[in-house]
């Protein structure tokens, strides 16, 4: 039996709201995969700043179960954005000193919550999988429970970095959503060779999910800004993404030493 919470109820359906009016054509496979009760570490793609929305959306309407996500502390810091993420009982994480974060997590998973990730980190440009941080493992690893790997492929056409999309661009997308087989961390020794070997298995079962639903995805993206470079489309190759984000990353650095 699933706990009433009105801030998050709320949420979703204004979050259900928007994707009827935008008419975002959702496809999803792999629901089984998703727990009726107990912990899981949920690690998904970020290719588009509205994934947990689409990922949340659908596992309330599979199981009516809420994802406690993981979100940049500065995200909180904002008044009525705060207010609502802490209702909702998201976890804030400070880039600089992510201890109590992870200790939260955790402490979330022991108590049977679901928990989403963003490996990557931050929204890839590039719509590929890039390098993991190991987070998401060692959560789930410390906290005895499993990975269950998701994949959002669509949702970046509707609001993503680098492109602001229009709303005529925004109407009708298809967006797919696949959950992986999950895997437990039974096999996996707390070492770090072990960890970065779980996570080197993880992202690679990822970009097998993203290839496999951008095969059967019904809109071809050959000369697409949202389309990757290896598939013919004209979104930066992993190397350019990499270079620009590392840039941004500097400026904000150097931004903050200013204020300092």
């Given at each position: 039996m699933h706990?009433?919470?009105?801030?998050y109820s709320t949420?979703?359906?204004a979050g259900r709201a928007l994707f009827?009016?935008?008419r975002v054509r959702q496809?999803?496979?792999g629901l089984n995969q998703l727990p009726a009760t107990g912990g899981a570490v949920l690690a998904i793609t970020h290719f588009g700043y509205l994934d947990f929305a689409l990922v949340e959306w659908v596992a309330w309407l599979h199981n009516r179960r809420h994802i406690r996500f993981m979100a940049k502390k500065g995200a909180f810091d904002q008044p009525l954005v705060g207010r609502l993420l802490r209702?909702?009982?998201h976890i804030s994480v400070d880039m600089e000193s992510g201890r109590a974060a992870y200790d939260q997590a955790v402490a979330a998973l022991g108590t049977g919550e679901l928990l989403g990730v963003f490996p990557e980190g931050g929204v890839n440009a590039s719509f590929t999988v890039r390098e993991l941080k190991t987070g998401a493992v060692r959560m789930a690893l410390t906290a005895n429970v499993p990975i269950i790997p998701v994949v959002v492929w669509g949702g970046h056409r509707l609001m993503t970095k680098n492109h602001r999309s229009t709303l005529r661009e925004r109407l009708g997308v298809p967006v797919s959503i696949r959950f992986g087989e999950s895997f437990s961390m039974d096999a996996v020794d707390p070492a770090d060779d072990d960890v970065a070997a779980a996570t080197l298995q993880l992202h690679d079962i990822l970009q097998g999910l993203v290839d496999a639903v951008q095969a059967e995805y019904p809109v071809a993206g050959v000369g697409q800004w949202w389309q990757p470079a290896h598939l013919g489309g004209t979104a930066p190759t992993p190397a350019e993404a990499a270079v620009v984000e590392a840039e941004r990353r500097r400026r904000k650095a150097d931004r903050k030493k200013l204020r300092a």
């Open positions: 706990t009433r919470e009105p801030i949420a979703i359906g009827g009016l935008l496809t999803t496979s209702g909702m009982k």
